[in-house]
């Protein structure tokens, strides 16, 4: 799968998931700058601050550190 695809997928999984499908939670959560947009270098910041293992890869175990907020 494409990283693009994926970074799709876990987007709306943790936005499905945790409630957080306005854009305003989105922007406060991926928007490091506070200049109210995200670029993809934030997005991928978040990806890499999710990836524990620095593998390149979002597993079960990582996504679901991320949800229960570990
Ligand atoms: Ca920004
Ligand atoms: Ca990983």
Known sequence: MKRTALYLLITVYIALTLGCAKSDSFLKTHDYNSDGQVT???YNRTFDTM?????GLLDDEELTNVLSGH
């Open 51 to 55: 990836d524990a293992n620095g593998n």
């Open 40 to 42: 993809k270098e934030e």
